[in-house]
């Protein structure tokens, strides 16, 4: 007896193991099914709103294949969450659709243990996406920013952010400032540098504080020093308590092209927490972090949710994916919504940025498990 109990259990396990195999290789294939579909749409609509501006400017045609090309990782990490959704609830709905999934329920396998293969594949593409946006994403992002502002549209973008300083090359000179309140033109550390042709230094200001004075038109510089050129390798020197001067740039010149942000990776993000200076640019910090990463493991939660009313759907209109994709879909917006708004929430200091990144993911994920457990009784 014993031994016929063991036969029965190999082969139990064995038939489990191919199972695993088989729903893992068919949520795999979906994904990139599905990846591809949404990405040549993507690509499509972006090349035609593109392309003539890279014809217009004489440019070669393989510099237009790069930047598409370039441009997938993003619209893959943008997509990401919804992307693994839909593989899982295609796979589902395909099974239930050939009979394949009654089948497996009427030989005494748990819904759970065929909805186990789709998390594991959701969660190691989730895996990917991190490391992409690690890695990956801030590569590719700088050199279609590289293509598209300064090869193709003839504009050097003018600042950079690191270390939660500025940097903006101006019309005659170089900036470089601390700036603790982006709501308010104060400037710390601030510091304004003019070469000439040969790069040599032939002005440079530096003061504890710079703000506009929005009457006069002017900086109002304050506890700084000017340093002037005299000659060819003499320099003036004068200390200022308060200083009010014209400089080629406004502080409207200074804010910070959004796309910049995009070009950091997880760390960068990170490193911005600790190298803020006030509360609101700490909070801010925290929220794009905290934020980033709840994005990208939105994905599991989603799909969690997705399967239960993929089964739903089924009973109440029949085995038809026309109304589960649908589904499934406005289900991601909803998702990207809430999403938004906590984040929103959170970035204006109304609420705490964990609690922002971490209750979509626990209300997705209580009311999808809940689901789950009913419809395997």
């Known amino acids: 007896m014993s031994s016929l109990y063991k036969k029965v259990m190999f082969i139990f396990e064995v038939f489990l193991n191919l199972l695993n195999r088989y ?27 593109k392309f003539d501006d890279f014809t217009s400017k004489g440019k070669p045609l393989s510099l237009a294949i790069k930047y598409f090309i370039l441009t997938i990782p993003y619209i893959v990490d943008q997509l990401g969450p919804v992307l693994i959704l839909l593989s899982g609830v295609i796979s589902l709905g395909i099974l239930n659709h050939t009979n394949e999934l009654t089948a497996l329920k009427a030989g005494g396998v748990p819904l759970r243990a065929i909805v186990r293969p789709f998390f594991v594949g959701s969660f190691i593409f989730t895996v990917l996406f991190i490391a992409a946006a690690e890695w990956l994403l801030p590569v590719t992002i700088a050199k279609t920013n590289n293509i598209w502002f300064e090869q193709l549209k003839g504009k050097v973008l003018l600042g950079i952010l690191r270390n939660n300083r500025y940097y903006y090359k101006g019309k005659d000179g170089f900036y470089s400032f601390g700036w603790p309140d982006t709501n308010h033109f104060v400037f710390k550390d601030f510091s304004y540098s003019r070469w000439d042709e040969k790069y040599n230094i032939e002005t440079l200001i530096a003061s504890e504080f710079a703000d506009w004075h929005e ?57 911005e927490i600790s190298s803020t200076e006030t509360e609101q640019g700490h909070q801010a910090a925290r929220t794009n972090f905290l934020g980033r990463i709840s994005y990208i493991l939105l994905g599991p939660p989603l799909l969690l949710l997705g399967l239960p009313i993929l089964l739903f759907s089924y009973r109440k209109w029949g085995r038809d994916l026309s109304v589960a994709i649908p589904a499934s879909c406005g289900l991601a917006f909803i998702a990207w919504g809430f999403w938004g708004a906590l984040q929103a929430l959170a970035i204006a200091d109304y609420l705490s940025p964990i ?7 626990i209300v997705f994920s209580l009311v999808g498990l809940i689901l789950l457990i009913k419809n395997d009784r």
């Not at 994904?31 to 035609?48: E, H, K, Q, R």
């Open 215 to 271: 009457r006069k038109g002017r900086w109002k510089l304050s506890h700084g020093q000017i340093q002037q050129r005299q000659g060819t390798i003499d320099y003036t020197i004068n200390n200022f308590i308060i200083k009010y001067l014209e400089l080629p740039e406004k502080p409207e010149d200074f804010l910070i092209p959004v796309n910049r942000s995009a070009e950091l990776s997880l760390t960068g993000l990170y490193n």
């Open 23 to 49: 729903l893992f290789g068919q949520f795999v294939k979906y994904f990139f099914t599905v990846n591809a579909g949404f990405v040549s749409i993507y690509l499509l609509v972006d090349f035609f709103e």
């Open 355 to 361: 609690i922002a990144a971490v209750t979509v993911h």
